[in-house]
């Protein structure tokens, strides 16, 4: 369905008499979706005002700044009435620093963040270049949303290199802020291996905790504070030893530790426990952990001598 001319000469006025506009999904303070979130971050970054338009919004605006650009997604940057591009142009133009010279912003030095790599985590990443190809590097992004991630390809223009046990890695500029003081490991475990990542620059959540993970931490002592919500009656059932009931003394003993400690909670399965996690998250507990499937995901892959009940 092809657009109206008013639409189309609504759309040339706008991109005409405001300097930037993007036409994204969602607001500035609201982006609705990744491609324009990340396009909307490297603006803020640069300019303290722009102009924004929601297609969501609008059908007809949505279709006809595709039309009016013969451009087929949407977010679409115009800098100056001249359509600059989506979301992947926008970050390559970022960082090579051509977008800062559309824009006539100063281009500032990004400091490369102080990444660590375990020993472990190098042998991996050494192996896995061994199997790649000889132009492949090890790139890091971490999101606003502090997803992490770690890919093999070729060299993209203006990543930051950072080098540490031998190995070294390529961070885009937009991930550079974020992920400074993280380190790398690689661990094993029954749930299989794969690379972990500690970041300290990451907003404190509950962290999912598998049963059997679970087992291996209160094993291995790592875990002594391990807490029920359930009622009293389902306690009696069925319960994790060592764990003990969320009750006021043990509310009040809670409020005396320090809020570094590691505190796990686990109910039926999972849902009352994740509430109770997230109380104690907001209380400042920085190290929370909620058991993924509750007592009854226990009972099935660790211990089938506790009883399961419906």
Same mark, same amino acid.
């Given at each position: ?97 051509? =977008? ?145 009931? =969320? ?9 005396? =530790? ?53």
């Amino acid at each position: 369905m092809s657009s109206n001319n008013e639409t189309l000469r609504q759309i040339e006025d706008l991109v005409k008499s405001e300097r930037v506009v993007l036409f994204m999904k969602g607001s500035r303070s609201f982006p609705q979706c990744g491609f324009s979130a990340a396009v909307v971050q490297i603006l803020n970054s640069l300019l303290p005002e722009y102009k924004t338009v929601n297609v969501l919004s609008d059908p007809g605006i949505r279709q006809g700044v595709k039309d009016f650009s013969s451009w087929p997604t949407v977010p679409q940057l115009y800098i100056g009435g001249e359509f600059v591009g989506g979301s992947d142009i926008v970050r390559e133009l970022y960082a090579t620093g051509e =977008l800062q010279k559309k824009l006539q912003v100063e281009a500032t030095a990004i400091e490369p963040p102080a990444v660590t790599v375990t020993a472990t985590a190098s042998q991996a990443l050494r192996d896995a270049l061994a199997e790649a190809g000889p132009d492949e590097h090890v790139h890091l992004a971490v999101s606003q949303g502090f997803e992490h991630e770690l890919s093999l390809g070729p060299r993209r223009p203006g990543e930051i290199e950072v080098t540490s046990t031998g190995v070294t890695l390529l961070v885009d500029p937009l991930s550079a802020k974020r992920a400074n003081g993280l380190t790398v490991d690689f661990v094993s475990g029954p749930d299989g291996s794969g690379f972990r990542m500690d970041n300290p620059n990451a907003p404190a959540s509950v962290r999912p905790l598998g049963a059997r993970d679970l087992k291996a931490r209160l094993d291995a002592g790592e875990m002594a504070e391990l807490y029920d919500v359930r009622t009293p009656d389902e306690r009696a059932r069925a319960h994790i030893q060592g764990s003990r009931m =969320l009750d006021e003394e043990a509310v009040a003993h809670l409020d005396g =530790l320090d809020r570094s400690t590691p505190i796990a909670f686990y109910c039926h399965h999972g849902q009352r426990s994740r509430a109770a996690a997230e109380r104690f998250l907001a209380l400042g507990f920085r190290d929370v952990y909620n058991l993924e499937g509750g007592i009854d995901a226990w009972s099935r892959e660790v211990d089938p001598k506790v009883p399961r009940y419906s």
